[in-house]
């Protein structure tokens, strides 16, 4: 069975930088497409980049286009999102997800990210 297991959270300055990672346990042969979503207090979670299954397309939200970047390590069955030039609006937990070729969508617990202004 697989499973999803993020990491890499934690709390920063403005203007600082982390790297979160999602490494996947089990079978991810059938994965489709990985991503990143977060979370904030009273909002909806929203999707924040995707990564097509071999790296080759990546998309964004605008709000983080320029300071945030996902790659993934098929070796390691890892997925990555560097996050720089944080902001106090980007405190959310952060979760990851596989999306499978049969629809079905896998998601990891979540890492809180907190940017102290």
């Known amino acids: 069975q697989v499973q999803l297991v993020e990491s890499g959270g934690g709390l920063v300055q403005a203007g600082g930088s982390l790297r979160l990672s999602c490494a996947a346990s089990g079978r991810m042969s059938w994965v489709n497409h990985m991503g990143w979503y977060r979370q904030a207090p009273g909002n909806q979670r929203e999707l924040v980049a995707t990564i097509t299954s071999f790296g080759y397309a990546a998309s964004y939200r605008d709000s983080v286009k320029g300071r945030f970047t996902i790659s993934r390590d098929n070796a390691k069955n890892t997925v990555y999102l560097q996050m720089n030039s944080l902001q106090p609006e980007d405190t959310a937990v952060y979760y990851c997800?596989?999306?499978?070729?049969?629809?079905?969508?896998?998601w990891g617990q979540g890492t809180q990210v907190t940017v102290s202004s």
């Open positions: 997800n596989a999306v499978f070729s049969s629809g079905y969508t896998l």
